[in-house]
């Protein structure tokens, strides 16, 4: 499986579960010198609700959560919503809000 590497920038993360921030930012290098550039966002495979499912690890089998997802000067943006009952959704909350898993 082929995955990005992709930086990640957090403006909040709640104790409730919710996060926002930025998924990818416009112009930066990531582990595997690609670089993302405006308009690279277009297309999305959204849930009923039109968000996007939050997976652990991309893997389609464990989602985590949702969130809505648009494309901003900056780059991704993302507002998203943990579901904490779920074993994995509390790992990843627990690294999200330390810098353990930023953008590997």
């Known amino acids: 499986m ?3 590497n992709l930086p990640i920038e957090f403006k909040s993360i709640a104790d ?3 996060f926002e921030g930025h998924a990818a930012v416009f112009g930066n290098v990531d582990l595997g010198n690609d670089v993302i550039e405006r308009g690279a966002f277009k297309d999305f495979a ?3 609700d039109g968000r996007l ?3 652990w690890q991309h893997n389609q089998r464990q989602p ?3 969130a809505s997802v648009s494309e901003d000067f900056k780059g991704l943006r993302v507002v998203g ?3 904490l ?3 994995l959704a509390r790992t990843a ?3 999200m809000r330390k810098p353990a898993r930023r953008g590997e």
Request: net charge negative; no cysteine.
């Open 2 to 4: 082929h995955a990005l």
């Open 16 to 18: 409730t579960g919710h």
């Open 46 to 48: 959204l849930n009923g």
């Open 53 to 55: 499912a939050v997976l």
């Open 64 to 66: 985590i959560g949702v």
């Open 81 to 83: 919503e943990l579901v």
């Open 85 to 87: 009952e779920d074993p």
């Open 93 to 95: 909350h627990a690294h």
